[in-house]
Structures are given as C-alpha cells and as structure tokens.
C-alpha cells in the first residue's frame, strides 16, 4: 500500500487505518464549481482486472462535504470515489464518477450512522458502488462506466474541503 497524497498524521496495521483528514483537501474536476482538486489522502494498492473492494468507515463527519470511502483511480482525470459525504448537516452515501468532469450523487442516510460499509464492484470498464448499515446486506448506489484500463489503483479516500479537518477510521479493508 502507498499513498497519494500522505496526511501528516496516520496510523495503521493490516486491519485497520486511522486519519487525521487535513483541511483544504479534495477531489473534484470542474463540474458546477469551475475547479479542479486532486489533493485528497488516497491510501491504495495497484488491482489488475475485476475486482471487489470493500472496507468499513467510521468517521466524525463535522463540516460541510467531509468525506470518507473508497476510489478507485486510473489518473487524475478518470476515477471513482464513495462513501459517506457530510452535506448539508446530514451524512449522505456518495458516489463522484469523474471522466474528466466530475458527476456526483448522494442520497441521505438515516440517523447518521455511527459506521457504514462501502464496496466498489469492477466488471471490465463497469464500477458499480454499493453502501451497506450492517455490514452484510448492500445496497446500490452507482453503476457506470469508468475505464477500460487494465490496472487501477484501488483504496481508501478521506478528505476535509471546507472545514478544519476530522479523523476517519477505516476497518477490514480487502480487495478480491
């Protein structure tokens, strides 16, 4: 595992990965806010072919659009990030699918959960995103397509836009 963008403070094992989200930091191209971002912690490893990524968040979700999940990325103009996204004072599931503009979506999630399982789906060029409450059962949030590229750095994403920064816990990560 490697990092794109290393956060001053971290701290990890096999199974278990805590952040200290920095402020100021994002990924994001042009879409509604004419800018480009591509400074948020990305802890991945090298996948090739199909694969299914998972891993469990836990996150103290303060400021507007703290965010915590998954990506999977070919380069800084073709990726995928999900998980939880704080917008407008409640946790959302989020999915942002960049082929060079971003297109996001989100959908709220009920009673703001203390944690939540993400996973990421490849089929050939086809990533579908799914969240889950209870860590079995998975719900679909986004299928689409992202690339037909054999290799994709796949791992976990945490970033603080727009407020003073957050600590984040990623447990159980795998990648089958």
């Given at each position: 595992m490697e990092w794109l963008n290393e956060p001053a403070e971290w701290q990890g094992d096999d199974d278990r990965?805590?952040?200290g989200v920095e402020p100021e930091t994002d990924c994001w191209r042009v879409t509604a806010h004419d800018f480009v971002a591509d400074d948020a912690h990305f802890y991945h490893r090298t996948v090739?072919?199909?694969?299914?990524?998972?891993?469990?968040v836990t996150g103290g979700?303060?400021?507007?659009?703290?965010?915590?999940g998954l990506m999977v990325r070919e380069e800084k103009s073709i990726w995928l990030k999900t998980g939880v996204e704080y917008v407008d004072g409640v946790q959302q599931a989020s999915t942002v699918l960049t082929r060079e503009f971003s297109d996001w979506s989100v959908s709220?999630?009920?009673?703001?959960?203390?944690?939540v399982s993400v996973r990421v789906e490849r089929t050939g060029e086809t990533v579908e995103t799914s969240l889950s409450l209870d860590g079995e059962s998975y719900t679909m949030l986004r299928q689409g397509y992202l690339t037909d590229a054999e290799s994709l750095r796949v791992g976990m994403m945490a970033?603080?836009?727009?407020g003073d920064g957050f600590e984040v816990t990623f447990e159980?990560?795998?990648v089958e």
């Open positions: 990965l805590t952040v090739d072919g199909d694969f299914t990524a998972t891993v469990t979700y303060a400021e507007q659009y703290d965010q915590a709220p999630l009920e009673d703001d959960p203390k944690s970033a603080a836009p727009t159980d990560f795998t």
